[in-house]
C-alpha cells in the first residue's frame, strides 16, 4: 500500500487513532482528520515516529464546506485519496421518551450524514483512478439496537445500507465498500459504561474481556487493502462474540 493515499476521520483518539497507524505502517500517507487539526497532531507525531506518513487535518465532518475545503487541499497536499475511513462518531444516549431533536439531529448528522458527504468528496478520484477502498466504522448497536441508543443504533444501522449501496453502484469500478461493528471497545467513548456493564462484557463474551482499538485496526488495514478487492457490501463484526 506503498504512498496510497488515506483518509481517515477522527483521528485523535480512539480507533481513528489505531486505524491511522495501522494504515501507515501499510506504508499509506495518512491524512488524519480531526474536527481541529491540533487534535490529531498527537497521531501524526505517533506515526513519524514510527518511519510514517501521515498529515494533520481539521474538519468538522458534519459540515459540507469544512469537508469540502478539508478534502481538496489533502488532494493538493498528498494526492488523490484512495482510501476512505469514515471513523468519526459520537453518542448522545438517552431514552426515547425524554431524548431532543437536537440530540437525534447531531448523532444522525455526524454518524451517517458525514459518510455520505465525505464519500462523495472522494468519488471523484476514485472513480477516475477505478479503484478505491472505503470502510464505514459501525457498531453492533446498529446490527442489534440499544436501549437509550435509537439515534446512535439508527445512524449506524444506516450506515450499513450505505455501505451495501455503496458496493452496488461503484463495484464496477473497482471500488469496494465495506462496515465494520465493532462490539465494546474501550476508548474515551466508552469510558462511563458501568464497571457492572463492563463486567457484564467480561463474563458474556467468548473473549472474556473489552476489545481494545488494537483489535479493530487489522482488520481495517486489510479491507483497505488491494488483497480485499473481492469483498464488498459485508458489515464484518469485531466483538469478541459478544453478540453471538
Ligand atoms: N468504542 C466503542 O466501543 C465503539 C463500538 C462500536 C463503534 N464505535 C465507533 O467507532 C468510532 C470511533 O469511536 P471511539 O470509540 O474511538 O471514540 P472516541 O470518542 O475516542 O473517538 C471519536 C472520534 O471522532 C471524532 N469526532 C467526533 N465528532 C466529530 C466531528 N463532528 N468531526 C470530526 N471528528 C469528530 C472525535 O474527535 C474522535 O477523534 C465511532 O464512530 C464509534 O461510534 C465505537
Not at 104 to 132: E, F, Q
Not at 212 to 224: K, M, N, Y
Request: proline share 3%.
Amino acid at each position: 500500500m506503498k504512498d496510497q493515499v488515506a483518509i481517515v476521520t477522527g483521528a485523535s483518539r480512539g480507533i481513528g487513532q489505531a486505524i491511522a497507524e495501522e494504515l501507515a505502517r501499510r506504508g499509506c500517507r495518512v491524512a488524519c482528520v480531526a474536527s481541529r487539526a491540533a487534535n490529531a497532531q498527537s497521531t501524526v507525531e505517533r506515526i513519524q515516529s514510527q518511519g510514517g506518513q501521515a498529515q494533520a487535518y481539521g474538519a468538522d465532518v458534519s459540515q459540507v464546506s469544512q469537508i469540502e475545503e478539508a478534502f481538496s487541499t489533502i488532494e493538493a497536499d498528498l494526492g488523490p485519496p484512495s482510501i476512505l475511513i469514515n471513523n468519526a462518531g459520537i453518542t448522545r444516549d438517552g431514552l426515547l421518551m425524554r431524548m431532543k431533536d437536537d440530540d437525534w439531529d447531531a448523532v444522525i448528522t455526524t454518524n451517517l450524514k458525514s459518510a455520505y458527504l465525505t464519500t462523495k468528496a472522494v468519488l471523484k478520484p476514485m472513480m477516475k483512478a477505478r479503484y478505491g477502498r472505503i470502510v464505514n466504522v459501525s457498531s453492533v448497536i446498529g446490527l442489534h439496537g440499544g436501549a437509550g441508543q435509537a439515534n446512535y443504533a439508527a445512524s449506524k444501522a444506516g450506515l450499513i445500507g450505505l455501505t451495501m449501496s455503496i458496493a452496488k453502484e461503484l463495484g464496477s469500478r473497482g471500488i469496494t465498500c465495506n462496515a465494520i461493528a465493532p462490539g465494546f471497545i474501550q476508548t474515551d467513548m466508552t469510558e462511563d459504561l458501568t464497571e457492572e456493564f463492563k463486567q457484564y462484557v467480561q463474563k458474556t463474551a467468548p473473549a472474556g474481556r473489552l476489545g481494545t482499538p488494537a483489535d479493530i485496526a487489522p482488520l481495517v488495514g486489510f479491507l483497505a487493502s488491494p488483497e480485499a478487492a473481492y469483498i464488498t457490501g459485508q458489515t464484518i463484526t469485531v466483538d469478541g462474540g459478544l453478540m453471538l
